[in-house]
């Protein structure tokens, strides 16, 4: 019989309606305006198209195109998700599974007191002054469609405020996995951090896709950084080679604040990735490091943008990229340094490895200065693996094959000598290793 | 063990060796000099088959294989070895790891099991002290930031490491004040048996004054243009290369 071959969730599947606002019962007013004139906006200006500047090497029609779907609820076991957890690390824990919160498996256990790490939904219940006053105050509605659609639609997502000079020891893993489903379905997540006076926080948000499903996340980490607090960010992107990806990072910092941001973008049919850094105040540092690998057909972007608004603020960016067989990557790098951030210290640098005569990557640093006393240097690198230490390699009696595996690897392990947690490292380590197909023998190498 | 036999190599089409004829036989040190250009580092590269070079005429024989149509890493295996003039920097690599794969590559080829980590740190180490190296410099990346005298007692390091048949080294003595050069000279010796033979590439004869060559040969415009024993090196010293160039012109 047909109907049994058919899957339950698809008789109630609601499909995405991009127009339409789902507002949640019983939603906060403040809230609901808050959609509604991001869906205004959404409405007006649609989805980027590669006539506007910032979206000229990526075309995201498919997505405009296909039909999604809104998710489903889906059950998972503890063991489900234990192998999808950073080996050995000891970390708080919350996990989201085909865009639903799973209470159940939250590891919160030693959390110091006042520190709140929930849903986002439960925290517009149980902090609805805290998140009103931080919601949205970042991430420009105006940026891109993209983010207008993540605010008026947002759906789930975290939530973590950490209070003035409590220091977390532990890192905070945040798992969202996709599983293998029916029907095509879009995930839009809105996470949001308040980092108080003189904290200090680890965030590792791991984006993980398995199965063949064609799915959409799109996701908006909106980061307050207040006065001499220290951040730590990973976004680690393994999504499915059939899936799409569409994030943007918004981060505010204060006065003397650090924030430490890592991107590794290993899996996903196509990512665009945003990270929008606002130097509020003075003697802000900022760092991001970003390591993207691209093969077959992926598709990976990558564009930041670092304001310095005050002075002495100091930003150092390093992008590597690996692209193979028909793989793309863009790297889009700016630095603002507005008229009144004078001793600024800014250095981008983007480097790339192409591996076939048919990857491509567009690179483009965007300096924009009206500040007269400031340092600001750029670089960017696209090369071939080098031929002689291919060769001093060959020489001393390594095949061709893991002479190229090492020296393939050993550009990108770069990025992991920033990671400084050793569990979380090991564990990239294996990930990039994997998604470089290269033979494991390798690691005792590195 | 080595046979050369009226080999011709370009590179970019211009004709560097214009038929070299060498034999090396098991237990022999043997010394190539010669004024510079004269094609002496071209042929320690076309024989672990640097692939910038075109062989257009010759051939060359390692025991009983045909040396040309192997590939680097096969030669490497076979039991040949160049310390390299100009070592190569490989970031991101540390020296402990590379010096494990290239030495358990070698053992496998060679029919020997797989050392274990202890075994091979123990080994590394003492071959370190031989060449007085640091042993910081295991973990730091292959050659990164190294001197250019560390970066030539790295390579002597391999060679013992690797012990080889057949070891080339070229111009492993230029740019090491007289320490280093005792040192790199102190390798070289221990590695000396009847059974291994050594083929040095050099413009000076004060490495000669330590490793005592069996043959000495005069490389010039792409030939051995005269060969001979120890005391032509020593000629070479006080006369120069002219009296030899110029008479054969």
């Known amino acids: ?446 | 063990m080595l046979t050369i036999k009226n080999l011709h190599a370009n590179i970019d089409d211009k004709a560097i060796l214009k038929g070299i004829n060498l034999q090396v036989n098991p237990g022999e040190v043997h010394a190539i000099m010669g004024p510079n250009g004269s094609g002496k580092s071209t042929l320690a590269n076309v024989l672990v088959g640097r692939e910038e070079y075109q062989i257009t005429q010759g051939e060359v024989r390692f025991e009983d294989q045909d040396l040309l149509n192997m590939a680097p890493e096969e030669r490497a295996r076979a039991g040949i070895f160049l310390a390299f003039q100009y070592p190569v920097e490989i970031p991101g690599v540390s020296n402990i790891n590379f010096l494990k794969a290239a030495l358990n590559n070698v053992r496998a080829a060679r029919g020997l099991a797989k050392l274990d980590a202890i075994d091979l740190l123990q080994q590394v180490k003492d071959k370190m002290q031989q060449v007085k190296m640091n042993p910081d410099f295991l973990y730091r990346s292959v050659n990164e930031g190294f001197s250019g005298g560390e970066k030539k007692r790295n390579e002597v390091l391999q060679m013992l490491l690797l012990e080889p048949k057949l070891a080339l080294l070229d111009e492993t003595d230029s740019g090491l004040d007289i320490d280093a050069l005792k040192i790199v000279a102190d390798g070289v010796n221990a590695l000396r048996s009847p059974e291994r033979a050594i083929v040095l590439v050099t413009h000076y004869q004060r490495l000669l004054d330590y490793i005592v060559p069996d043959f000495v040969h005069v490389l010039s415009g792409g030939q051995i243009i005269k060969s001979g024993d120890k005391n032509l090196a020593l000629e070479l010293e006080q006369q120069g290369y002219g009296w030899l160039t110029e008479a054969r012109a």
């Not at chain 1, 509604?36 to 075309?59: C, I, M, S």
């Not at chain 1, 591996?355 to 990557?361: K, V, Y």
């Open chain 1, 1 to 446: 019989m047909i109907m049994n071959t058919l899957p339950t969730m698809q008789q109630h599947a609601t499909p995405f309606n991009l127009q339409n606002n789902p507002v949640p019962a019983g939603e906060q007013l403040w809230l609901q305006q808050i959609r509604q004139n991001a869906l205004q906006h959404f409405v007006k200006h649609g989805f980027p198209t590669t006539r506007q500047e910032d979206w000229k090497y990526t075309k995201i029609t498919p997505l405009a195109e296909q039909v999604y779907y809104l998710p489903t609820r889906t059950q998972v076991s503890a063991e489900q998700i234990a192998e999808h957890l950073i080996p050995n690390l000891d970390s708080y824990l919350l996990v989201f599974v085909n865009g639903q919160y799973q209470t159940e498996l939250a590891e919160l256990s030693g959390l110091p007191a006042g520190v709140i790490l929930c849903e986002l939904t439960e925290a517009l219940t149980q902090q609805p002054a805290l998140v009103q006053a931080h919601l949205t105050k970042i991430a420009a509605t105006a940026k891109h469609g993209l983010s207008a659609l993540n605010t008026a639609h947002m759906q789930t997502g975290y939530f973590l405020h950490v209070p003035a000079n409590i220091k977390l020891t532990k890192p905070i893993q945040l798992i969202f996995l996709s599983t293998e489903q029916e029907l095509p379905t879009t995930y839009q997540l809105r996470n949001l951090v308040i980092a108080d006076t003189h904290s200090k926080l680890t965030l590792i948000e791991n984006y993980i896709g398995i199965g063949s499903t064609n799915y959409w996340t799109n996701t908006l980490t909106e980061i307050h950084v207040e006065d001499h607090a220290q951040v730590e960010h990973f976004k680690l992107l393994q999504e499915s080679q059939s899936a799409y990806h569409t994030g943007t990072l918004s981060v505010q910092q204060g006065a003397h604040s650090q924030l430490n941001s890592h991107s590794f973008a290993l899996g996903g049919r196509l990512i665009r990735s945003d990270s929008d850094i606002v130097q509020t105040a003075e003697y802000v540092s900022s760092e991001l490091n970003g390591l993207y690998l691209a093969k077959g057909k992926q598709h990976i972007d990558h564009h930041t943008s670092i304001d310095h608004a005050q002075a002495y603020g100091s930003s150092r960016e390093l992008y590597k990229g690996i692209i193979d067989e028909q793989g793309r990557a863009v790297f889009n790098g700016r630095v603002l340094v507005r008229q009144d951030a004078q001793k600024i210290n800014a250095a981008q640098t983007n480097k790339n490895l192409l591996l076939s005569e048919q990857a491509e990557i567009d690179t483009k640093p965007q300096l924009e200065i009206y500040a007269d006393d400031v340092k600001c240097a750029h670089g960017a690198t696209v090369g071939q693996l080098n031929a002689s230490e291919l060769f001093y390699l060959r020489s001393r009696g390594l095949n061709e094959q893991t002479a190229r595996s090492i020296l393939t690897f050993a550009f990108a392990n770069e990025l992991l000598e920033f990671v400084n947690q050793i569990q979380l490292r090991n564990y990239l380590r294996h990930c990039i290793i994997q998604q470089l197909a290269q033979d494991p023998t390798i690691l005792e190498m590195l």
